[in-house]
């Protein structure tokens, strides 16, 4: 990963993830919108390299607490972060600490729908990134 001068984040795999499980862990340190917008640039070129399955392991899930409307015309900024990690190509989301509160609901929304194996990933090829 690296920045340009204007400060737009640039990914380069270095070796092939064809066919191959991968693992991407987020230290969601820094600003949250950066890592976020990091996180899928990683895993959109993850995807477009064909890897087989990709996995977002991150310490805590953006936006988790706007996971409701509050007042009219409000957005749900949760439901959306995990369309934009399905969007980008990842089949599955870990939240590394289990004291995080995400609902089921947005979870599911970044599970793949050819996958039969109800959300868990079966590590076969593992591959960190």
Known sequence: MTKSGIGESNVCIAESVREDDVYIINTGCGQVNTALMELCIMIHACKIASAKRITA???????????????????????LVANMLQKSGCDHVVVGFPSV?????????????????????????PRLL
Not at 68 to 78: E, G, N, V
Not at 101 to 111: K, P, Q
């Open 57 to 79: 392991v991150v310490p805590l899930f953006p936006y988790a607490r706007q996971d409701k409307k509050d007042k009219s015309r409000a957005p749900i900024t949760a439901k």
């Open 101 to 125: 509160e995400v609902r089921e609901g947005e979870l599911a929304a970044t599970s793949s729908s050819r996958s039969s194996d109800n959300g868990l990933a079966r590590v076969t090829n």
